[in-house]
C-alpha cells in the first residue's frame, strides 16, 4: 500500500523554526515529486514547495521563499520542510502529496495523486 504519513506541526512562537516530516512508503519509483501544501482556515490548500527527489529540484511559493528549505533523504523515504523564522500568517494545516508530474516543480492541484495527513502548525505573535 503507498501511503504518506506526515508529522512535526506544533505551536512555535514568532520567529521560530518547526521541521515537518513525511515519509513515503510502498512506491516503486523514485521519479516523483512531493509537495507542501497548507491550508489555513477558510481558504484554498495553496503549494508552497515542492521536491523532486530523484535531482533535488525545488520550488517555493514566494510567501515562504528564503525561510522555508525542503530536503528529502531517500535512504529513509521520507521528505521534510524545514521552517524558519516562522510568522503568525503561516499559520494552518500543512500536507504533503506525491505527484508523478516531474516535468514542472509546480504542478497543478490535480497532478497530486496521494496525500499523507495534515499537520497542524501554529505560530503564535
Known amino acids: 500500500e503507498v501511503q504518506l504519513q506526515a508529522s512535526g506541526g506544533g505551536l512555535v512562537q514568532a520567529g521560530g523554526s518547526l521541521r515537518l516530516s513525511c515519509v513515503a512508503s510502498?512506491?516503486?519509483?523514485?521519479?516523483?515529486?512531493i509537495g507542501w501544501f497548507r491550508q489555513a482556515p477558510g481558504q484554498e490548500r495553496k503549494l508552497i514547495s515542492c521536491?523532486?527527489?530523484?535531482?533535488?529540484?525545488?520550488y517555493y511559493a514566494d510567501a515562504v521563499n528564503g525561510r522555508f528549505t525542503a530536503s528529502s533523504d531517500n535512504a529513509k523515504n521520507t521528505v521534510y520542510l524545514q521552517m524558519n523564522k516562522l510568522k503568525p500568517e503561516d499559520t494552518a494545516v500543512y500536507y504533503c502529496?506525491?505527484?508523478?508530474?516531474?516535468?514542472?516543480?509546480?504542478?497543478?492541484?490535480?497532478?497530486?495523486?496521494?496525500w499523507g495527513q495534515g499537520t497542524q502548525v501554529t505560530v503564535s505573535s
Open positions: 502529496a506525491h505527484t508523478s508530474n516531474t516535468r514542472t516543480m509546480n504542478p497543478r492541484f490535480e497532478e497530486f495523486d496521494l
Open positions: 510502498g512506491f516503486t519509483s523514485d521519479r516523483y515529486s
Open positions: 521536491i523532486n527527489v530523484n535531482d533535488d529540484s525545488q
